[in-house]
């Protein structure tokens, strides 16, 4: 049964525009903020910007008692809790940077059975604690368990690309608390991440009490393109720079520069990610890109805290310097800056489900903006072999492979080779491809938002200009060739 809600902030409407100044909900977001409030069970899929923080957000703040976000990463968390709390609601968030002084704070705040926390943001690891645990125990006991929220839900399932073992374990929740309500959310699920989803969260035990919301993943302001590549052209860098320059001179042009200045926006300030697979080409990369006078900084996990706060929120503020973030995967889920107008990758990423959450990044705000992904079927032997790599290594280090382990590893085959079709697909639409991937059966509208609508025959030149033959690729495979590659986050 749903808790009481408090009396005070019954209207949605009101709450959205009081306490996080928006306006009015975006398609679908009402229905599920009413099935929330309503006490189902609620499963979410829905694209990159779609606004589903907002989906268990404004419920938490509506209705009576603490509700428990379960998040993956650190960085997210800390976001959240700093926005909801510049709105004035009581968040905060308890994972392994939590400083002792408020860890103290929220542990006594649960203990109390009616904690003054409205949001409580924690990894999936601290679940599986006792003294967690207990306390939340305590808080249910007093009926002031609101909600159980689980974002970027897919990291439940082995067939997702992002799995997390700890995740299984939140199948606790639902076995403790059978009385409360479970919300899950991702962007990236294919039907099979879905069942498994429900099934460890235990929703599909009572359908009657869920509410699916499954939306499309289409995003159709982003221009798709795969722009090929070989070892022997190494020419990244320079058909990059070479575009860059472009933008640049357009928006210096007279047409343009007055618009832009009465804005009070630099010629400069295109904000981009473009996504590596190494510390060592981070790093490299964002100092040759400064060398050629372009605002660009890395951003890797080895670097120092305070340094990725720091250029994190100056490439926010759109500071002159940082325009461009060269970032490993360190940097992806749940970055939130809306005005970020292209995403590249410079390097095959792993999955397709990541492919597709990194190119989410750009074009927040609705407006145009540009994804474009350097393929080489060089690379795609050494993420392969890398990916290869990986599962062995883990498989090991847990002495007993178990059977998550075996089908994680077929997983992240089955989207490399889906994502490597849809490189050398030169025969369709790549946001039909996409929607098609994560099981859609209706054809996305695409207003010439992709390389093949662009020009299909143009598509098929570069694709044969641009690659290695096969003939040579399986040679130098056998050779060796792309075996000693690794990446790093
Ligand atoms: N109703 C709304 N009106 C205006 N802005 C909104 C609304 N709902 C959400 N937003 C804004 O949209 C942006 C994206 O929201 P959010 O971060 O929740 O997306 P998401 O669906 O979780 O995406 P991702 O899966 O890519 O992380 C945020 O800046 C949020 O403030």
Known sequence: MPLARSDSLQDIDFTLRRQFNKTSFRPHQRDIILAALDGHDVFVQAATSFGKSLCFQLPAVI???????????LSLMMNQVEALRAANVEARTLNSNTPMPERDYIYRDLATGHPHTRLLYVTPELCSMDRFRDRLRLVHAQKELARVVVDEAHCISEWGHDFRRDFKRLTWFRESFPDVPIMCLTATA????????????????????????????????????????????????????????GVYARRAADDRRPELEAAGERIQNVPGIIYTLSRDECESLAAALRCDDIGARPFHAKLPKEVKEETLA?????????????????????????????????????????????????????????????????????????????????????????????????????????????CESTDGCRHAFICRYFGEDEVPRCDFACDWHKDPQDLKRRMMRGLASEEWVSTQRMEGAYDDYYYSD
């Open 63 to 73: 209705d009576r008692g603490i509700t428990i976000v379960i998040s993956p990463l």
């Open 190 to 245: 294919n039907a099979q991440v879905r069942a498994d989803i429900l099934s460890t969260l235990g929703l599909d035990r009572t359908p009657a009490r869920l509410r699916c919301f499954t939306m499309t993943a289409h995003r159709p302001n982003l221009h798709l393109e795969v722009r090929f590549t070989s070892d022997e052209a190494n020419d990244r860098y320079d058909d990059f720079v070479g575009w860059l320059k």
């Open 314 to 422: 100056r490439w926010i503020n759109n500071e002159p310097g940082y325009d461009i973030i060269v970032a490993t995967t360190a940097f992806g889920m749940g970055i939130d800056k809306d005005n970020v107008r292209f995403v590249v990758h410079w390097r095959l990423p792993k999955s397709f489900e990541g492919y597709y959450q990194e190119a989410g990044r750009a074009g927040r705000d609705g407006n145009a903006s540009y994804c474009f992904l350097y393929y080489a079927r060089e690379d795609r032997d050494r993420v392969c072999n890398m990916v290869m790599r990986d599962a062995t290594a883990t498989a090991a280090a847990k002495a007993k492979a178990k059977a998550g382990d075996d089908a994680n590893l077929q997983a992240r085959i089955r989207s490399l080779n889906r994502l490597v079709e849809y």
